[in-house]
């Protein structure tokens, strides 16, 4: 009895004495997380963050590729106060309203990815806001809320301009022997990557493919294919035209006005393209030297393919692209529609780049163009809208100008391929200073004592090299220097100059070249042998 009550008070004694060792040492294990959090803490405030190569890509205010730019004063923009701002104010208007329905479906707020679609929505808010009827109001509008930038291809000094119109062509609603030249739609087996089939919209440039069952995909048919009869039959035809020479000035133009031979006037606009490159027939026409460059214009083309139609066939499927149309339900009184979904502004709207460029965007012209006739050089000043684009207008200063419907637009627009200056209006939004605040500084320079192991010299090659190069030009700067002296001065410098020769004094300036010295090997001591084959023994001896 004794002993279980002495056993007990035991027990009793134990669990008294273990109980607070047991709970600091639970409290030890919760808390060791946070200890170990303390210490990298510590740790990361202590050292340096590192820096990890290739530094991160920040999103710059304005990046066109193969471009280069230069800011510019309004004063310095020749035939600025020139031009009436007025009309290229009411064409950005109408730019605008597309720009703010993009600017709220996309999920980023940016207008087709780009820094410079989103700046847009600042001036097309003001410009919605106010309905400007002064020209100097409209200056000071644009001079508000742009800066000018002037822009061309890297290593050009000036762009590069066509013209483009609405051609005005008869045609037929029935085939018969007079028309008998398809407009085609788009197919239905035409397909592009990443785009629905019926998709209103598809892009202007890349591989176009044709189905052929539910998964195999080849190249769409070429120019050659389809005018010999690859497409027809399927019920594609919008209207019958004359010839095909009336069909290929349609889809360089990318739209037209088709006069029916009923009396009435169906419009058609660019709707896809069979993904083959565009090929300029004037190009070969040239390099063949049938027409010479300075001669070369739209209508040229299309006399010497009247009076050459074996020539013409085989001249016009070396243009391997074809365009596929649409049609548009557009009044007599209206202009042509462009890719920016809003009709054109006669001699305000320009076709640009659509992968470099964004819809809406000012560019300001200034040159000389051939306006009033061929020879003619007309002073040309004027602000104009990035609303369209096209094929073969690639690069960031390179525009088609937009100059109307019919015959004597035609006829500007055809004999446009100048060479002139651009200035872009960019937002003032785009501030690159503050974007600059986000790029990463240079790595610190290594210390002064870490230089000094390291010293930055030539190697002996090119120590000579540059010794002999300044001894050759000392020398020939003392034969200019004699020349132009007299004989007597000639006398008295011969004395300290033949003392040394300048290959010598140049010798004396040049540090010669020092090899960085390598550290020694470490010795080989018996000793280490010893210490490792005793440590070796020892790990092993405590194994067993």
């Known amino acids: 009895m004794v002993r279980e009550i002495w056993k007990r008070g035991f027990t009793?004694?134990?669990?008294?004495?273990?109980?607070?060792?047991?709970?600091?040492?639970?409290?030890?294990?919760?808390?060791?997380?946070?200890?170990?959090e303390a210490v990298r803490a510590r740790h990361r405030a202590a050292t340096p963050p590192m820096r990890h190569l290739p530094y991160p890509q920040l999103d710059w205010p304005l990046e066109i590729s193969n471009s280069q730019y230069l800011p510019m004063d309004w004063t310095d923009v020749p035939g600025w106060n020139d031009d009436d701002q007025l009309a290229a104010y009411r064409t950005f208007r109408a730019s605008c309203k597309p720009i703010a329905a993009k600017t709220d479906?996309?999920?980023?707020?940016?207008?087709?990815?780009?820094?410079?679609g989103d700046s847009l929505r600042d001036p097309c808010r003001d410009a919605r806001a106010t309905d400007l009827a002064d020209n100097a109001a409209a200056r000071a509008f644009f001079e508000r809320h742009f800066e000018p930038l002037r822009i061309s291809k890297l290593g050009d000094a000036d762009g590069f301009v066509t013209g483009y119109y609405e051609p005005v062509i008869e045609g037929s609603r029935t085939q018969n022997e007079v028309y008998n030249v398809p407009v085609y739609r788009r197919p239905s087996n035409l397909f592009v990557r990443g785009f629905k089939q019926d998709a209103t919209s598809l892009p202007n440039?890349?591989?176009?493919?044709?189905?052929?069952?539910?998964r195999k995909l080849v190249p769409y048919y070429d120019r050659a294919e389809i005018e010999d009869g690859a497409i027809e039959g399927r019920g594609l035809e919008i209207a019958w035209l004359r010839n095909q020479t009336d069909l290929l000035f349609a889809q360089i133009q990318g739209s037209a006005r088709i006069s029916l031979d009923d009396g009435s006037t169906i419009r058609i606009n660019y709707d896809a393209y069979n993904g083959l490159p565009y090929t300029p027939v004037g190009r070969i026409l040239i390099e063949r030297g049938i027409i010479p460059r300075e001669q070369m214009s739209m209508q040229r083309i299309r006399d010497w393919m009247e009076q050459n139609p074996e020539g013409a066939n085989e001249l016009r499927r070396m243009n391997r692209s074809y365009i596929f149309f649409r049609e548009v339900q557009l009044s007599e009184k209206d202009e042509a529609v462009g890719a920016q979904g809003i009709p054109l502004t006669p001699g305000r709207s320009i076709a640009v780049d659509k992968s470099l460029?964004?819809?809406?965007?000012?560019?300001?012209?200034?040159?000389?163009l051939p306006i009033e006739s061929e020879k003619s050089k007309t002073a040309f000043h004027r602000l104009m809208?990035?609303?369209?684009?096209?094929?073969?207008?690639?690069?960031p200063a390179r525009a088609d100008l937009y100059f109307g419907a019919g015959q004597d637009a035609g006829k500007v627009s055809g004999r446009l391929k100048h060479s002139i200056q651009f200035v872009m209006l960019v937002p003032k939004s785009l501030d690159p200073v503050a974007r600059g605040r986000k790029m990463p500084l240079p790595d610190a320079r290594p210390s002064e004592k870490i230089a000094k192991l390291f010293p930055q010299v030539l190697p002996k090659e090119a120590a000579k090299d540059q010794v002999k190069d300044q001894g050759k030009d000392q020398?020939?700067?003392?034969?200019?220097?004699?020349?132009?002296?007299?004989?007597?001065?000639?006398?008295?410098?011969?004395?300290?100059?033949?003392?040394?020769?300048?290959?010598?004094?140049?010798?004396?300036?040049?540090?010669?070249?020092?090899?960085?010295?390598?550290?020694?090997?470490?010795?080989?001591?018996?000793?280490?042998?010893?210490?490792?084959?005793l440590r070796y023994g020892r790990r092993h001896r405590n194994r067993r």
């Open 475 to 533: 020398g020939q700067a003392n034969q200019a220097n004699k020349a132009a002296a007299s004989p007597v001065n000639d006398a008295k410098a011969s004395a300290p100059a033949a003392s040394a020769s300048p290959a010598t004094t140049v010798a004396q300036n040049v540090v010669a070249p020092q090899p960085v010295p390598l550290p020694e090997a470490r010795p080989r001591i018996e000793s280490d042998r010893n210490i490792r084959r």
């Open 12 to 36: 009793a004694r134990r669990l008294t004495y273990w109980t607070p060792v047991l709970a600091l040492s639970v409290a030890a294990v919760a808390l060791a997380p946070y200890a170990a």
């Open 357 to 368: 460029h964004v819809y809406g965007t000012p560019f300001f012209i200034t040159g000389e």
């Open 105 to 116: 479906a996309a999920p980023d707020g940016r207008v087709d990815g780009k820094a410079l």
């Open 385 to 395: 809208i990035a609303q369209d684009t096209g094929s073969a207008i690639v690069g």
């Open 205 to 214: 440039k890349g591989p176009v493919y044709r189905k052929i069952g539910r």
